[in-house]
Structures are given as C-alpha cells and as structure tokens.
C-alpha cells in the first residue's frame, strides 16, 4: 500500500517520494531525484523514526542506496537492513530482483519488492550457517595443513626461510608454528576477501603471495573448503560501509574460533565507530585550535600503530576531514601497522576499498602505508630533529616492497598517532602457550621514566607488573614517537585513572604532555555488587571486562608549562547502548562541556584524593616494620596463597582433591621439564612449576598436606598446601606451619578496586578472600628457638609486670600483655609460635589510654573494630584503596575493642552461629542443586531481586532482610548464590560439587542461608 511523504519535509531536489512497504522492524521507501540522489537518499532516510531501506531511481535501474540507523551518528549509505539489534546480509539477490527498466510501473515495482521483502529471511540462515560451520572448517583445513606438512622437506625448507623473514618484519617470537598458523588463516580467509573485494587479494600482497605460495607447495586446492553459503553473502555486498560490516563480522567470529586465546592476550575487539569517530573529531578540534590547521595538511603524518581491521584510517578517509586532499593523503601521510595476519588482509582491504569507493576510480591504488609489522618492535626513537641510522635490513628481495613501505614510515615525523593498543598484561595461564612478547627498549624507557617516577612517589610499593600492560607499552612508545610536537588519540584500559601502581603514568604524562584529556567511559565489571552496577555497560561488549577511556594526549611546543588534564566521567549506571549514544551525541571533545579540570594531589592522584591526615596514625603493617625499620601494629603480614592452580588445589571434597593432585604430580613427574607437553587435563604447567621441581626432584602424594581453606568469603574448601604446586604461599605456613595450627588472621584488600572489608579466618586464606588480600596474623611462627627464648622473657616480664600490679583486663581476668588467651594455645604448638602485635604497639596503646590491663590480644581484636567501623571507611574510603590501613586512636580503646571480639567471633563461627528465622519455605524444592536471586525490572533493567531467593528454580524464601554488610564487594549470601554449586572447569574437565560439604554429605542449605543471613 503506498503511503505519500509530505514533500516538504524532504528536500526540493526530491521528485518524488513515498513508502512501499513497511513491518514492524523497518521501512522500504522509493524516491526519485534529479540530482545527487545518494545525499537525497540520505536525508529521506534520516528524517524517519525507524530504520528504513531507501529504493531510488538511477538511469534505467532502481538502486537501493540507504539504510538510516539510529544507533549511529550520521545515516549510513549501505546495501544492507539494519533491523534494532542485528545486522543482516544478502541484499545482492534482493537488488536484481527489484532492479527495474525505467519503462516499469509501480505496481510491477511494489510485487517485486515485496516479493524480495517476504523472501529476504532466507539470507540470515547463510550468516548463521557459516558462523557455526567455521569452527569445524577451520579444524578441518588445520589437519589438513598438518598432514601435508609432515615429511615435505620442500615446505620445510621455504617455511624457513619465510620464519626468518617474518622475525625481522615482525618479531623474534615467529617460528614454525606461527607460520602454519599464518598459513592456516590464509587458506580459510583469503578467498572471502577476494569474493568481497572483487579482486585476487593475495596476488596484490607481498606476505599474502608468499602464503600462497606455500599453499601451492603442500597441494591444497580451493574445493577443500565449501564457500557456497558465504558467497551468496558476499557477492551481495555492494557498497563499503556493508563491506565493513561484513568483515568485521568475519574477523570476530574468526578469530574467536581459531585462536580465542590470542583473542584474550591482545584483545581483539572490534573499536565502535562512535569511539573512532570521536577520536578523530577530538583530533580535528585540536589541530585546529592549538596548531592552527586540519587533517588536510600535507605536513600532517598520521599513524594508526596497531590497525586491527582499520576502522580508524577508514572513517578517517570517509569523514569528510580530508577536504579535496584524499588522494594525497591517502598515498603520502597515512600509515598504519598490524601484526595479526587475518586483520592486516582486513585492513589492508578495507582502506583500499574506501578509498577507490571515494575516488571512484578503475585503477587499482595500493595502500603503501600499510605494514604487516610489530609496532612496538619498530624503535621509536626516529624522532623530529635527531640525527639517526637505519639498520641493515635482512628482509629479502621478494618483500622489497615491505621494506620500502618501513622505511617510508620510519623516516616520515609523525604528528598524529591514532587508534586502539592491546590491552594484555602478559599470560596468565601457561598451558595457553600465550606469552606477551618482550620489548626491552620499550621495557627499558618504561622502567627510566613511569617505573622511576613511581619510586619517587612511592618507594615501598615495590614490583609494579601492572606498568608493563601492551596499552602502557603503547602509551610510552607514542609519546616517544611523536617527539616534541603532536597529539595522540587512544581508546584504552581506563585503570591507570586510579590506580595506586600508575602513579608514575599519571606524573610522567602531566610532565610529558601539555594537554590531557581523559574521557572515562567506565565499565569496570571486575568489581562487584552496587560498584558493578555503577560502572555500567562494557563499551566493547564481552570483548573486554576492564574500564575503558579515551584519552587525548597533546604535545605543543608553544606551550611551556606542564599538563593541563580535563577529566570527564560519563556518568553511572549507564548501559552500553547509552553510553554510545553518549559519545555519539557529543561527537568530539569540543562536544562536552563541563571538562572538570584536575590539579593532582601529592601523590599523583587525580581522582578520589586521599586525606593526608591519614598518614598520621600507626600503620596497621608496612614493608620497613617487617624489616625491621619502622613502627606499625603488626610485626610481618602476607598475601594470601595464590595457588594458581585453584581447579587442581581446591575442592570441596577430599577424595576428588586426592584424586586431582594424583593425577597433577603423575603427570608431572612423567615429563621433560625442559620441553614438557603440555595437557591442561593432566595439569595446570608454568615455567616456575618446572623450575620447581628440577630443584626438588620428583614428588608423591603426601595426605599430611591437605589442609582446610577458606577460598572466599564464606566458603571454605580442603586444599593441597605444597611450596611446588602452590604458584606462591608467601608466609602463610609460618602463620599455619602445621595442619592443625591454631591462629587468627584478618585479610583486607590491597590496592583493589572494591569497596574496602575486613574479614577474619582461622584456616588457610586464599589471596582473593580479600581482593588481592593481605594478611595479619595475630601469631607467627618463630623463626629460631634463640628468638624464642629471649621473646618468651621478654613476655613474661609484661605479664608479670600486669599480674604484680594486681591489674587485669576488664574482659578476660586471666590475660597479660600477650595474645595467649581462651581458644590460642599456650603450651605445645604455641612454644613454636610468637606474638605478631609489636612491641611498640602495645607500649603505645598503654601509654596513650593510660591503661597497662591493655594486652596485644586486645590490640588485635580492636584493630577489627575499627575496620568495621562505617566512618573510618568512609572518611578514608580514598586511602583504602590505595594503601593498607593504618589504625587511629579512638578516644575510647575498649567499646571498639569488644565490638571487635564480638564481630571476629561471629565472622568464625558463620557456620554454627545462629540462625535468622526467615520462616517456613513456600516451596519444596527437592535435593539441594543451585539457589539464585529471582529478578525483577528496574529502571528499565533487569536486577537481582536480593529479597527473593531461589532455590533449584522454584522461589523459597521472599522475605530476605537487606544487609549493607559486604566482604570483597558482596554480601555473605550473594557468597553463598555465587559458590555453592556443582562446577565442572572445562580445560581440565575437573568437577567441584559444593551442593556438598566438606564431610561429602549433602548440604543443609536452609540451616546455611538462615546463618549468613545473620551474619550479615
């Protein structure tokens, strides 16, 4: 049924313009224009509320031009329907169907549109085809690669040569592997791009051409890999904005199937276009105000060092910010580098592409700055102004064209550094093989400036592992390469905004540059609880679990003075969608206007400054109390165990754990330690695991070793406690030297990014009890009986000195200045152990109170007190953060004191405390299997209902109290939801059922609710 448009409303260039066909998801229009149909296009399209296919009339076809999306910034000229939440592919057939001579009426055009229209879901079944087929394809063609490889010395030999090669063009991590890899992705991925680019991409391409070249060699023909579905896709995709859709539909989904784990250390996520956009236009508004001039410059150089599909040089060249001037640019002052093979074909394409989109052109015009090359191996230190020597090149005659294309970038003095570095801290898991490659200049300068300024800052805060992340690295090898003048554009892990580790960052960028601009998008969704849910969305998706910023560096010699840094939050709560829709409204920099100006604090912090007066109290522990060197409350404290290896060291039950740990040392003691294989459902490998048993030799199963832990709040688990297969104890076992120590410890957090708690426990604590926890206990083990005996004295003359007096502690008549009390051992173990309150404390304490009854025990159980107390977390909220506690004088010692006892003995006994009465279940629910939170809508969102507790599906209880009490981030029965359930670790297939006990019994689950909602 034709609808007219009110003419009025679309332009007088418009001849004619009406709807064809409409649904519920999105609109069909045709128009005719006399002129400039494609802007005509364009405006019809972003003048409708939903999204719309836009069908015009040129020469003697119907071509349809437009798609309007709300989701973006500007109406988007594509062949593609965009429906709410996905994108859709194959409008090639859908074209030809409705294509037209001009001599058709409108009715013959509706029929075929709307035939085409019913028809169009047809396609959405190629896209879902191919995405679940890849995986098996790629499985198929990598057996393939494998058993042609084996035996052909021809391969081996040119697969050599190209290793050597590659070390030089990218980095000394290459070797044979990484060539088949490279070999593997071309044959599944090259002819895709020939498909949407219509031409032979790996004719074009120097490495591409040697790849298919070893192709040929092993014999591996095109009809090994059926393209029938992705073809149809393919060939359907028209214009350039549906091509990159296309491909970066291709490059996720690839790279997630073929090598997810190089996907987890690079992070490989696909950069939103509202993100690349409002880098460039920030860019742009910098040039322009500060250096008076614009992209379309010659004398500006732009580099994108770490590519991925390009989507930064390609809007770049779609935008508009290259005037007239796009030819120039294009062949002379853009570059851009890429070291993963799949996404250097990708990007290369792609701004190829654009390009002859834009210049509507028939010759073929190679992207020259494009390099398949490790940035962060190129040395920046090519700097404006400094005399330099390039190195002989090993790079063979084949790949001339690579290393003129080096050369060229090396030369040029960049102004511009744009884009998206990884974001990888190094590997965290060795039986992933994934380990960061070195950069030691880079390593070096970091450790010379942002390592060096730390120390300044803060001399105890010892190995910073956190300054080297790949976006760091990045940052420091762009400041270097942009010399004395430029701007810098990147989107990154936002933690160096707050981060205690980053403080020499933050300094060495203030000192570096003479304008900053952080706009934090937050999303940190390694927090927990309400502090979650305040950071929002992620704004890369699933691809990223970590804060993101952008940030904008600017260099600019005519300004003399140190960093002028404007902060902008983007707000709480927000989802991803509303973030983007943020961004994209504000479009650059110049976009927003409350920047709130920073002027850092002493300590280099931007954010969240800490109170200084904080410094003033005793400090609960530091690194020169344990050395000997200064004053604090407790003598030593420690990390919890890091096990790495938790599915293979914890388990609920005892006779799996023995089983699991059977299985672990076996394995290991079965291996070559210098090149073991590596299994992850024989074992959890690292290079300190080798280095560790090379120095002990082959080890058994020992039963002593198994001890009780508590893994996280609430939760306990038997472990195995061993100095090999334990990644690090720190000084936990001269806290618990035997399995049946007797001792208290409370953990806090360290440098963490929950809101600070304090928990106590008399097992074993595993680091992430606490985030990152550290560890005071109130005994430690003697270190030699000489130590011992003159402690013992020392000890017994405070006692006595009490017991002489005639003076006792108000709360417990039998004590003294020691910590030996009801429930601590004072004779057998305790002959091994001593008091960890110091000295000073004590006499502090006494002094201050004037109060001699005041024992280190007392000491102990006040510092917990004060822990909990809701205004010195909050006061010092900011310092919690950033350091460990230190202890203030209340002006009362015993009221926090007996809050403390009384707060230490529940937190012990949550297992046999009482109970909340939360009365009779409403449903019976069976054997105990999982529980969650029902959910309910809030603000438009769905949320964990915490009054509404469920259990095996079916709601149980609905009248749960709310409790402000939380450990690590969440409450003691957001604990339980979290962890008692059967788990099953899908890399070494090892099951924890926790729906059990640590006796193996069924669990109680009412009595254990009832409980922890009492505590909390």
Same mark, same amino acid.
């Given at each position: ?206 490495? !591409?051409? +040697? $790849?298919?070249? #070893? ?11 059926? =393209?029938? &579905? @992705? ?104 570059? !851009?580098? +890429? $070291?993963?093979? #799949? ?11 654009? =390009?002859? &989109? @834009? ?107 956190? $300054? ?549």
């Amino acid at each position: 049924m034709r609808e007219p448009i009110d003419m009025a409303s679309v332009g007088d260039d418009i001849l004619d313009c009406e709807i064809i066909a409409r649904n519920d998801q999105y609109t069909i229009l045709y128009m005719e224009a006399e002129s400039n149909w494609k802007k005509m296009a364009k405006d019809v399209a972003y003048n409708q509320d939903s999204p719309c296919l836009v069908v015009t009339r040129n020469g003697d076809s119907l071509i349809m031009t437009t798609i309007q999306d709300k989701m973006t910034r500007h109406p988007r000229i594509r062949h593609i329907v965009i429906q709410p939440d996905s994108a859709k592919y194959g409008l090639g057939e859908f074209v030809n169907r409705i294509k037209s001579s001009a001599e058709d009426d409108h009715v013959s055009i509706d029929e075929r549109i709307q035939d085409a229209f019913d028809d169009f879901s047809n396609y959405d079944e190629a896209i879902r085809k191919f995405g679940e087929n890849l995986g098996d394809v790629i499985a198929d063609t990598k057996n393939l690669v494998l058993e042609r490889i084996h035996g052909n010395k021809k391969y081996e030999a040119e697969s050599a040569r190209f290793v050597t090669i590659c070390k030089e063009i990218l980095n000394d991590t290459i070797d044979q592997t990484s060539i088949t890899n490279m070999l593997i992705q071309h044959i599944v991925t090259a002819r895709i791009f020939a498909m949407v680019y219509d031409y032979e991409f790996y004719n074009t391409n120097s490495i !591409a051409r +040697e $790849l298919e070249r #070893l192709r040929d060699i092993l014999g591996i023909s095109d009809d090994i890999i059926d =393209y029938t &579905d @992705i073809k149809l896709v393919a060939e359907s995709i028209t214009d350039n904005e549906s091509r990159q859709e296309f491909i970066r539909n291709i490059y996720e989904t690839f790279y997630q199937k073929f090598d997810p784990k190089r996907a987890s250390r690079d992070g490989i996520v696909y950069t939103p276009i509202e993100v690349v956009d409002f880098i460039l236009y920030s860019v742009a508004h910098i040039l322009e105000s500060e250096f008076g001039t614009d992209f379309s410059d010659d004398s500006v150089k732009i580099l994108d060092p770490f590519t991925g599909t390009g989507t930064f040089l390609a809007r770049l060249l779609d935008s508009g910010l290259l005037g007239d001037n796009v030819q120039s640019k294009y062949c002379n002052d853009m570059f !851009a580098n +890429e $070291l993963s093979l #799949l996404a250097f074909y990708i990007a290369t394409a792609n701004l190829e592409s654009t =390009y002859h &989109d @834009i210049v509507q052109s028939d010759e073929y015009a190679p992207f020259e700055g494009m390099n398949y090359t490790d940035t962060l191996m190129m040395n920046p230190r090519y700097l404006e102004g400094k005399h330099h020597k390039y190195e002989q090149s090993k790079i063979d005659e084949q790949f001339v064209d690579i290393r003129k294309r080096r050369q060229k970038q090396r030369k040029t003095n960049l102004h511009i550094i744009v884009g998206n570095p990884p974001y990888s801290a190094g590997q965290s898991n060795y039986n992933d093989q994934n380990q960061n490659v070195e950069y030691p200049e880079i390593r070096k300068r970091i450790e010379d400036t942002y390592l060096e300024k730390t120390k300044t800052i803060n001399p105890t805060i010892g190995l910073v592992r956190s $300054l080297y992340d790949s976006y760091i690295q990045s940052i420091r090898w762009a400041s270097d390469r942009i010399g004395e003048s430029g701007i810098i554009g990147f989107v990154t892990n936002g933690s160096f905004i707050r981060s205690e580790a980053a403080v020499g960052l933050r300094a060495c960028i203030q000192e570096e540059f003479t304008s900053v601009w952080v706009f934090d998008l937050r999303g940190n969704q390694r927090t927990q609880g309400e502090i979650s849910r305040k950071e929002g969305g992620k704004v890369f998706g699933s691809g990223s679990r970590a804060p993101v910023a952008i940030t904008i560096l600017v260099k600019n010699p005519k300004k003399n003075r140190s960093g002028i840094i404007h902060y902008h939050d983007i707000g709480d709560f927000h989802s991803r969608e509303k973030k983007l829709e943020i961004i994209r409204a504000a479009g650059s920099i110049k976009g927003i206007q409350d920047w709130c100006v920073i002027k850092p604090d002493k300590h280099h912090d931007w954010l969240d400054q800490r109170r200084d007066e904080f410094n003033n109290y005793l400090p609960m522990g530091s690194k020169d109390a344990k050395a000997g060197k200064g004053n604090a409350v407790f003598r030593t404290y420690s990390a919890g165990v890091a096990t790495g290896r938790d599915v293979w060291i914890y388990n609920t039950s005892k006779i799996q754990l023995e089983k699991n740990m059977r299985i672990h040392i076996d394995y290991c003691n079965s291996q070559n330690l210098k090149n073991p294989i590596i299994d992850p459902k024989k074992a959890k490998w690292s290079e300190e695991l080798s280095g560790a048993i090379v120095r002990t030799g082959k080890h058994d199963f020992i039963r002593k070793k198994n001890r009780t832990a508590l893994y996280r709040p609430f939760f306990k688990q038997h472990m195995y406690f061993d100095k090999v297969y334990n990644h690090r104890r720190y000084l936990i076992p001269k806290f618990f030297p035997e399995s049946d120590s007797e001792n208290k410890v409370i953990a806090v957090p360290y440098h963490a990014d929950v809101e600070f708690s304090a928990i106590m426990t008399d097992v074993v604590p595993d680091i992430q009890i606490n985030k990152n926890g550290q560890t005071f206990p109130l005994k430690i083990k003697k270190s030699d009986l000489r130590e011992r005996s003159a402690q013992s004295v020392h000890n017994s003359a405070i006692q006595d000195s009490g017991r002489v007096l005639g003076v006792h502690n108000r709360h417990d008549a039998g004590s003294g200045g020691s910590t030996s009390r009801a429930g601590v051992p004072v004779s057998g173990e305790d002959e091994m152990m001593q008091d960890n309150i110091t000295d000073y404390a004590l006499s502090k304490y006494r002094k201050n109170y004037k109060d001699d009854t005041i024992t280190k025990l007392d000491i102990f159980y006040y510092t917990y007190g004060i822990l909990h107390h809701a205004g010195y977390r909050k006061k010092y909220a900011n310092n919690l953060t950033r350091e460990l506690p230190r202890i203030p004088m209340a002006p009362d010692f015993w009221p926090f004191c007996t809050i403390g006892r009384k707060l230490a003995d529940l937190h012990l006994s949550w297992e046999t405390c009482e109970r909340y009465n939360l009365g009779r279940p409403k449903a019976k629910f069976g054997k105990y299997e999982k529980m969650d939170f029902a959910r309910i809508k809030k603000d438009g969102k769905t949320v964990k209902d915490t009054k509404t507790l469920k259990i095996n599906g079916i709601i149980v209880f609905e009248n749960i109290p709310e409790t402000k009490y939380r450990v690590n981030g969440r409450t003691p029965l957001e604990w339980a939801v979290d962890r008692y359930k059967l788990h099953t670790d899908k890399d070494s297939g090892i099951t924890n059922d926790a729906t059990k006990g640590l006796d193996g019994k069924p669990l109680d689950i009412v009595p254990l609710i009832e409980r922890l909602v009492y505590v909390g």
